[in-house]
């Protein structure tokens, strides 16, 4: 069983997106966990069960908050059977409830990880029927209790899932576009900027609205679980303290500040995607905080002296190719040139496309984004900048 560390605390796994662990791990200090340990697109730490109930509800950079409760090696599939059955899941699962198992699997001597989910829910499933006669059931879209085997170099940790659906399903996404940008994603690249959530924020191809919707919940302290239309996976465990929850809910309720606390604006060129746009951003309560119009980003101008612009254009999916490094070209033109003393922040798919950017980038952090390997480039816009920029390569030349 996993160790418990003191006064009630355990072990547990927050999963996230690769690049984004730092800020992730972050999140977590700011929840007074302990023994912070930085992985894989995971970070590990301790913490109590108000803790748990605090991380699913407040980590905007988490994808799902794991509870280790085993870790052996299998070396076979008789090994792992075996294994599985040594814990007691009477302990965690009632026979009315149902339960699902996500595996992971990478660098063992078993190849599938559907075959090693298969395994896990039989040693399971025959552990209860040699008990009682009777089995639960397995659920794979809903169900009650979701375990999660992750299995590297033929160890395996079995985890408790302690929430259920993704924490990127955020809830208040009503109207999406074609491609939505996953709101972890999203988090995780306003954390990277180090947005002050004072300072103007500017998204001038804003989509359906993530990153304005993300910026704002920041801004205003209001914690991402809020809007959830789920419950949580840990409500239906034989330890759930409904009082404790409700006090993290209620506690989490208070902290949201109403008076808008930065300026935060959002351009689309497209009237469909500024009306998806604009309904998300009611859904979720946001509508006095966040400003929107239809507007041609290349026409904009900066609204203040200094702040944070974020964006994520085309990378060709769609578009003709030279199409899209004349778009490069202008966004590089238009940072340039309207939007001085600004930090910008790309998100791109096409580091090809991006070199018509022309501006020099001062950090380029890889992301993906499902599953297309990106760049977030950051070009800091000096005033005066093409000085500075000449000055700049003088010296490195």
């Given amino acids: 069983m996993a160790k418990s560390i003191s006064n009630g605390n355990f072990n547990m796994v927050a999963t996230t997106l690769s690049g984004l662990e730092e800020v992730l791990a972050e999140e977590l200090r700011a929840l007074d966990v302990e023994y912070i340990k930085v992985g894989n697109r995971a970070v590990s730490f301790s913490g109590s069960q108000r803790q748990m109930y605090e991380a699913n509800l407040w980590c905007r950079t988490a994808i799902r908050i794991l509870k280790p409760i085993r870790n052996f090696k299998a070396r076979d599939e008789k090994d792992l059977y075996e294994q599985v059955q040594k814990t007691n899941w009477s302990e965690y699962l009632d026979l009315k409830q149902t339960f699902a198992i996500d595996a992971v699997v990478s660098h063992s001597t078993f190849e599938h990880s559907l075959f090693v989910a298969q395994l896990t829910k039989d040693a399971i499933v025959d ?11 397995v659920d794979r879209i809903r169900p009650d209790v979701r375990l999660n085997l992750h299995m590297h170099e033929n160890m395996v940790t079995l985890s408790l899932d302690s929430s259920g659906d993704s924490l ?24 990277l900027s180090g947005w002050d959530k004072k300072s103007p924020f500017v998204d001038p191809m804003c989509g359906s609205g993530t990153f304005l919707i993300e910026a704002a919940m920041m801004a205003q302290n209001i914690a991402p679980g809020i809007f959830r239309r789920d419950p949580f996976a840990f409500e239906n465990w034989k330890d759930y303290n409904k009082e404790l929850f409700e006090m993290v809910w209620k506690t989490a309720e208070v902290k949201e500040k109403r008076e808008p606390q930065a300026t935060i604006i959002g351009y689309d060129i497209d009237a469909d995607y500024i009306a998806a746009a604009r309904a998300n951003i009611e859904n979720a309560g946001l509508e006095h905080v966040i400003k929107i119009e239809e507007a041609d980003f290349f026409e904009t101008a900066a609204p203040a002296n200094q702040g944070v612009l974020v964006m994520n254009p085309p990378y060709n999916e769609r578009i003709v190719s030279d199409d899209i490094n004349e778009l490069y070209k202008q966004i ?9 003393g600004f930090d910008a922040f790309v998100l791109t798919g096409n580091l090809d496309a991006a070199k018509n950017i022309g501006l020099r980038a001062s950090r380029r952090t890889p992301l993906y984004n499902g599953a297309i390997d990106c760049r977030l480039l950051k070009y800091e816009l000096y005033r005066g900048s093409r000085r500075g920029e000449v000055k700049e390569e003088e010296e490195q030349g």
């Fill in 168 to 191: 990127h399903r955020r809830g208040y996404r009503l109207q999406t576009n074609v491609a939505p940008l996953n709101e972890v994603l999203a988090a995780g690249i306003i954390g």
């Fill in 127 to 137: 552990q209860f029927r040699k008990a009682t006669g009777e089995r639960p059931s």
């Fill in 332 to 340: 590089g033109d238009t940072l340039k040139n309207s939007y001085q």
